[in-house]
C-alpha cells in the first residue's frame, strides 16, 4: 500500500467521520479507499472492451403480457454470459429480478438497458465489477481421484484502469 496524505476542510472531515460512523468503517483510511474505490467505478470513461462482472436488479410487472416469457428467453440467448439468476417475488404480481452476468462493458451496459427499457420494468440498477483473467492455466486433482478440468480463474480488479486517448 501507499500513503498518501491529504488535507481536508472542517465541513468535509465532520461528513467524512459521519460516513465513517454509518458505514462501519474503522478509520478515516478505510472510509476514504471505500470512497475512492466506488468513484472509480462510476467512471464514465470505462473503455467499452473492458472484461467485467455485472449485476443487474430491477422490479418486473409479471402481469405485463409475455414479460417473464421474454426476459427468461433472452437470459436463454445469453446463457454462456449469464452466471447467476435469482428472482425474488415481492407481492402477487411483483418480483425482483437479480442477475449476475459476464462480459464486456459495453454488452453487459446494453443488455441491461435493452432490459430496463421493457414495459413493465422498473428500478433498474447495474453495477460493473472491473476483472481480469489469469493467463496461466491449471488443474486440480478431485479428492475423490478423479482428474480435473484444466481452467484459469477470474481475477478482481481495483479498478478498470487507465484510459488511453
Given at each position: ?8 476542510t ?21 472510509a ?10 462510476t ?6 472492451e ?6 443487474m ?19 436463454l ?16 404480481t ?13 454488452s453487459?451496459?446494453?443488455a ?19 476483472v ?5 492455466r ?12 484444466e ?15
Amino acid at each position: 500500500m501507499q500513503r498518501v496524505t491529504i488535507t481536508l476542510t472542517e465541513d468535509l472531515a465532520t461528513e467524512l467521520d459521519l460516513f465513517m460512523a454509518k458505514s462501519g468503517a474503522g478509520n478515516r483510511s478505510e472510509a476514504i479507499r471505500d470512497l475512492v474505490r466506488r468513484a472509480l467505478l462510476t467512471r464514465t470513461d470505462v473503455p467499452a472492451e473492458a472484461p467485467c462482472l455485472a449485476v443487474m436488479s430491477c422490479t418486473v410487472d409479471q402481469g405485463v403480457r409475455n414479460l417473464g416469457a421474454r426476459l427468461a428467453q433472452r437470459r436463454l440467448d445469453t446463457h454462456d454470459h449469464t452466471l447467476a439468476t435469482l428472482s425474488v417475488p415481492l407481492d402477487h404480481t411483483t418480483s425482483l429480478e437479480i442477475e449476475v452476468t459476464r462480459g464486456t462493458v459495453d454488452s453487459v451496459t446494453r443488455a441491461a438497458e435493452a432490459q430496463f427499457l421493457e414495459r413493465g420494468v422498473a428500478h433498474g440498477a447495474l453495477a460493473l465489477i472491473p476483472v481480469g483473467e489469469d493467463a496461466a492455466r491449471h488443474s486440480h486433482e478431485h479428492s475423490h481421484g478423479a482428474p480435473g478440468h484444466e481452467h484459469s480463474h477470474i481475477r478482481v480488479q481495483a479498478g478498470f484502469g487507465p484510459v488511453e486517448g
